[in-house]
């Protein structure tokens, strides 16, 4: 009961301090400073027709590579403290209507999220939504089976792999244009076709296998944790 | 016209959504409670695609409703609803 | 004529959408309410095409077709958990 | 009229803000703890998302329905939608995070009460 009076009396006080701050972000009518830039130029600059995407990739190309490191130290010390502390699984084996769902469905979805990483310089989506919803396909497989076949090393091997290429196409914009994860030398082609973007689309091919393995390696180390019942 | 409308959805969707965010804490199954978050991650993909917002939406859809309820669900059956 | 269209197609999915909500809090089994989530998502869809409608860009269109599949899969994932595998 | 659109957005967030923060502070099933902090975090990126939004503009994705020459007047901030996408991917991640940190610690202690967890206070 204190408890709750106390959380009850912090909250009513951060309320009142959110009501007297928020409205003073006031209603903006234009756009300023770094958006009015990455708007005005970011087309003709990266070739992309998504903005965000440009922004994700080409303009803060960096700090996305540290985020994918953050995404990373956190799927290892999943899968490291169900490793050493295994805590035992018993899946029982799936209903008819499940089992038949796992085996026509994760074709179409594995085509939707392979849609969402190839266009992600054309329409929304990108490497993060693309990724996830491939990782979500491999949880439906895990779905419809009683045991899942452990096939060990291909996750990882796929994962390092992406986040390697990551940090080679960075540098191979060093070597050729001087610049970390400078996109336009490939050429930026025409805004709206499929070729266009320069290192856009290969970054985000990066991205989505590195998103797509690490949330796998996690369902699968959920599944596999090993130990007694 | 579209504004009355947008504005009006805008005010359901936001009051389920804080209805079931108080909803999470006093409902006395966790399962439930785990389904009601779902439903405020799912309502909030809606309300990204209502502020122009589109790749948020896609990834917030895709998370909130399938990796996110995995997890929980996963760690519901590890400790059960006692506590 | 537009106006009515939309203000019908509003209130009938804002009621829905009410309706499935109401039943999401109020139900007293797990199962209640994830039929309940089914429903409110099934609605909630039509919602994202109806927003595409009358922002009149369809490429809005991709979040309620990643939506509709994705929560399929959601409530199969819960539907899974009810039938006592993933322990 | 589009400012009860634009308020009603922040009022939300920040109500779901505040519910997850109550619901950390004061329940005591370590899931349960998750589940309000999941709920702050979707709050959070609401709150992000709102403050690149422009009134009566549209998607910053550019095609045909756009003219090129006035992409400025036509679409919202780019950059807090950027960032919320990298953020909700984390949220999930921090998320699995704490329920198997949670469910090896209430395994230890035999409890899913975080008053009994003695060992991870400090």
């Not at chain 1, 005005?40 to 700090?63: C, F, K, W």
């Not at chain 3, 939506?67 to 009810?82: C, E, H, N, Q």
């Not at chain 4, 996408?85 to 949670?102: D, E, K, Q, R, W």
Request: a neutral charge; charged letters at 10%.
């Amino acid at each position: 009961m204190i408890r709750t009076l106390a959380g009850l009396v912090i909250v009513l006080i951060l309320g009142a301090v959110a009501a007297a701050v928020i409205p003073e972000m006031q209603m903006r009518e234009e756009l300023q400073g770094v958006g009015y830039s990455y708007a005005s130029r970011g087309m003709d600059e990266t070739g992309s027709s998504n903005l965000v995407t440009a922004v994700i990739v080409a303009y803060r190309g960096l700090d996305t590579l540290g985020e994918v490191v953050v995404l990373f130290c956190a799927s290892t010390a999943v899968v490291l403290m169900l490793t050493l502390y295994p805590i035992g699984v018993k899946a029982s084996e799936p209903s008819r209507i499940v089992a038949f769902t796992a085996k026509v469905l994760p074709a179409p979805i594995m085509l939707f999220g392979v849609y969402f990483i190839a266009h992600s310089h054309l329409s929304p989506g990108g490497g993060f939504p693309g990724g996830t919803v491939i990782a979500s396909t491999f949880l439906l497989v895990m779905l419809g089976s009683s045991s899942v076949p452990d096939r060990n090393g291909r996750l990882p091997a796929i994962e390092s792999l992406a986040g390697l290429s990551f940090g080679l196409l960075g540098f191979w914009g060093i070597m050729t244009a001087g610049q970390f994860l400078n996109n336009a030398f490939l050429g930026t082609g025409t805004p709206g076709s499929i070729i266009s973007g320069g290192l856009i689309p290969l970054i985000s091919i990066a991205i989505g296998a590195k998103v797509a393995s690490e949330f796998s390696g996690v369902f699968k180390a959920f599944r596999n944790s090993g130990g007694e019942a | 016209m579209t504004e009355t409308l947008m504005t009006a959805i805008v005010l359901t969707l936001g009051g389920m959504m804080v209805a079931a965010g108080i909803a999470v804490l006093f409902v006395r199954d966790l399962l439930s409670a785990i389904i009601i978050t779902g439903f405020v991650s799912l309502s909030a993909s809606v309300m990204f695609l209502l502020m122009d917002a589109p790749d948020v939406a896609i990834t917030e859809a895709s998370i909130g409703a399938v990796l996110a309820t995995m997890i929980f669900l996963w760690g519901r059956g590890k400790i059960g609803d006692d506590g | 004529m537009s106006n009515t269209f939309t203000s019908i197609l509003f209130g009938l999915l804002g009621g829905g959408l009410l309706l499935a909500f109401i039943r999401l809090l109020k139900g007293q089994h797990g199962t209640d309410r994830a039929v309940a989530l089914d429903t409110a998502t099934l609605i909630s869809t039509n919602l994202l095409v109806f927003i595409a409608f009358l922002e009149g860009r369809s490429m809005l269109i991709d979040v309620a077709m990643v939506y509709s599949v994705l929560s399929f899969l959601g409530v199969l994932a819960i539907a899974r958990y009810l039938d006592g595998g993933l322990r | 009229m589009s400012t009860a659109f634009y308020w009603s957005i922040a009022g939300t967030a920040a109500g779901l803000i505040l519910v997850g923060l109550w619901g950390v502070l004061t329940r005591k099933h370590v899931l349960r703890i998750a589940l309000a902090f999941t709920v702050a975090d979707t709050g959070a990126n609401l709150l992000l998302v709102w403050s690149g939004y422009l009134p009566g503009r549209t998607a910053p994705v550019i095609d045909g329905s756009i003219p090129a020459s006035e992409i400025t007047s036509a679409v919202v901030d780019p950059l807090p939608q950027a960032m919320v996408l990298t953020s909700i991917v984390i949220g999930v991640a921090v998320a699995a995070l704490f329920v198997v940190v949670g469910v090896l610690a209430s395994r230890r202690t035999g409890s899913a009460d975080v008053r009994r967890m003695k060992e991870l206070r400090w």
